[in-house]
């Protein structure tokens, strides 16, 4: 089993940095895809961001593309998403997922590990 859990929600302002962190213990691979998700209120959890195990490529849905950036630190067990340029419509549950396979991937079936999720509410 994997644990994940997030932290560094809140409410913050539009325009404004976020950074959000996602730690991992028990039977973690460093070989493990991890992914950001979140969930918008009335709507269905969508993907956000990943970054692969394999090589460590990161990938973004096109909405958060260049105001989002993923990151890993070096033993693999913690991820942070950051921005520099959160909007009203970024606001949503955020949550971290685990893929076992190395390649990476935007669905949130092939995710076997998922936190609890953390509120990110952005004002305008």
């Known amino acids: 089993q994997v644990q994940l859990v997030e932290s560094g929600g809140g409410l913050v302002q539009a325009g404004g940095p976020l950074t959000l962190s996602c730690a991992a213990s028990?039977?973690?691979?460093?070989?493990?895809?991890m992914g950001w998700f979140r969930q918008a209120p009335g709507k269905e959890r969508e993907f956000v961001a990943g970054i692969c195990g394999a090589l460590g490529r990161s990938y973004y849905v096109d909405s958060v593309k260049g105001r989002f950036t993923i990151s890993r630190d070096n033993a693999k067990t913690t991820v942070y998403p950051q921005t520099n340029s959160l909007k009203p419509e970024d606001t949503a549950v955020y949550y971290c997922a685990s893929d076992n396979s190395p390649f990476g991937s935007t669905s949130r079936g092939d995710y076997d590990y998922w936190g609890q999720g953390t509120q990110v509410t952005v004002s305008s």
């Open positions: 028990g039977r973690t691979s460093s070989s493990a895809t």
